[in-house]
């Protein structure tokens, strides 16, 4: 079995910082690729970021490039998502997803890659 759970989400005014923490468990934990999602209602699940095992390589869709930033730390187990600049847009449940092939990475963006994900937690961004 494998568990991610998020954290960390809440409502925030356009322009702050919100950090969101996912922490994974089981064979979800040391996983080679871990990354975020998110969907807004009556939209698709889109691609937010990505990063591999040891940080080598990270991954951010071009709408979050240069305002988000993705981290991990395998002692502890977990990923970040630090969002800084946020805007109304970025609304959206967001989700984290983590894989242990090391032969997902050419395919960080699609989410039907990722083996584990957790419930997902809330971002709204207020103007």
């Known amino acids: 079995q494998g568990q991610l759970v998020e954290s960390g989400g809440g409502l925030v005014q356009a322009g702050g910082s919100l950090r969101l923490s996912c922490a994974a468990s089981?064979?979800?934990?040391?996983?080679?690729?871990m990354g975020w999602f998110r969907q807004a209602p009556g939209k698709e699940r889109e691609f937010v970021a990505a990063?591999?095992?040891?940080?080598?390589?990270?991954d951010y869709a071009d709408s979050v490039k240069g305002r988000f930033t993705i981290s991990r730390d395998n002692a502890k187990n977990t990923v970040d998502l630090q969002m800084n600049s946020l805007k109304p847009e970025d609304t959206a449940l967001y989700y984290c997803?983590?894989?242990?092939?090391?032969?997902?990475?050419?395919?960080?963006?699609?989410?039907?890659?990722?083996?584990?994900w957790g419930p997902g937690t809330q971002v709204t961004v207020s103007s």
């Open positions: 990063i591999n095992w040891n940080g080598s390589n990270r």
């Open positions: 089981g064979r979800a934990s040391s996983a080679y690729t």
């Open positions: 997803a983590a894989d242990r092939s090391p032969l997902l990475w050419p395919g960080v963006r699609e989410p039907m890659k990722y083996a584990y």
